[in-house]
């Protein structure tokens, strides 16, 4: 799709340990919000491992695709709860937005991401950001809140070919990460065993991952309900459910 719309293109390591299910509650705590502050943000990326440059990088996909007035609403109105729009919005940009995205209603209609060339996988992403005519507030703030991020949102700007290189290789680090492969569970599982060997406290159990779909655990267990309790307020993603099951298998 990105080198269709004009994009770099990049070899994509195979084999990744994927999810068998979706969390909704995972992504939501997980992914930056539009009206995050840059330091949210950039928490967000590291905690995946993911840093500054990738930030910015990754960022430049909204070079093309739409958003919803409701993700950005808040910057026409009322940024920071004094009844202002947002200062950092170019104004006639602002009052163009506005026309379609009233101050009530209208919450689905869909905005360029980037007005001047919407379905082109380019740098004018960085460019609309430097005339401050970023859509989300998520956006500008790459170049008002922080000096780092500042510099490379100028150096794409300037420089198609370093944002297509950097993209690339942002696209195939965020694709490595990792959600729990199978060595994890059971490290987890082996120190959770031993610790309720031990005469641990529950409380600590209900820190080891695990899944609602275990429930073939052997009636009688001393350690089953201690499990049930973990895996029923612990749902993970990734080989947990798997690993959860192989675990229940194997106390049968
Ligand atoms: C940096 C943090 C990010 C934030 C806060 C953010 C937020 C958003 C929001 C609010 C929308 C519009 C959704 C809507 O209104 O329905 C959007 C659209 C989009 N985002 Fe992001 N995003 C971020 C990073 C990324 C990254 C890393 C990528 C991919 C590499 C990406 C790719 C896209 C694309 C392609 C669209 C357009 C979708 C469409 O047209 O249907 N975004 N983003």
Redesign the pocket.
Known sequence: MYTQAGGPSWEVPLGRRDSRGASLSGSNNN????N?TFQT?LT??KLQGLDVVD?VA?????T?????C???RQRLYNQSGNGQPDSTLQQSYAAQLRTRCPRSGGDQN?FF?DFVSPTKFDNSYFNNILASKGL?S?DQVLLTKNEASMELVKKYAENNELFFEQ?AK??VK?GNISPLTADDIWRERSSLHQSALNGSSSSEITELPCKSSCNLLPMGSSLQNLYIKCINSNPRKGSVNNEALHFCDSQG
């Open positions: 992914i930056p919000a539009p995050n943000i967000k990326f930030l990754l960022s430049g996909s909204h093309i695709g739409n958003a919803r409701t993700s950005f869909l991401l989300l998520s993209f942002s696209m965020m």
